[in-house]
Nanobody, 115 residues
Framework: QVQLVESGGGLVQAGGSLRLSCVVS????????MGWYRQTPGKQRELVAT???????NYADSVKERFTISRGNAKNTVYLEMNSLKPEDTAVYYC?????????WGPGTQVTVSS
């Protein structure tokens, strides 16, 4: 049974930093494409960043130069380092895994950036 659990969200002032973590179980993590998404009330969930099994990363334009996605295969964990946070980064952040063409999501972690 595949499970994803995010952590690391919280309240931070604009300009600050947070590091999100997502621990994955029930699959061969090292061969899994992972991603971070976010959602605010009334809006669709949007891509933040993805990372392939080989470590190749892609980012939404809105977070380039500020966010960094990485993975620690030994710990079955994907990270999202968020710097220079802005109030518009406020959202629930979700971890996603693609396994055998199926999508798996974590329950999400709230990030709130105050101005």
């Amino acid at each position: 049974q595949v499970q994803l659990v995010e952590s690391g969200g919280g309240l931070v002032q604009a300009g600050g930093s947070l590091r999100l973590s997502c621990v994955v179980s029930g699959t061969i993590f090292s061969s899994t494409t992972m991603g971070w998404y976010r959602q605010t009330p009334g809006k669709q969930r949007e891509l933040v960043a993805t990372i392939s099994s080989g470590g190749g990363a892609n980012y939404a334009d809105s977070v380039k130069e500020r966010f960094t996605i990485s993975r620690g295969n030994a710990k079955n964990t994907v990270y999202l380092e968020m710097n220079s946070l802005k109030p518009e980064d406020t959202a629930v952040y979700y971890c996603r895994a693609i396994i055998e063409n199926r999508l798996y999501w974590g329950p999400g972690t709230q990030v709130t950036v105050s101005s």
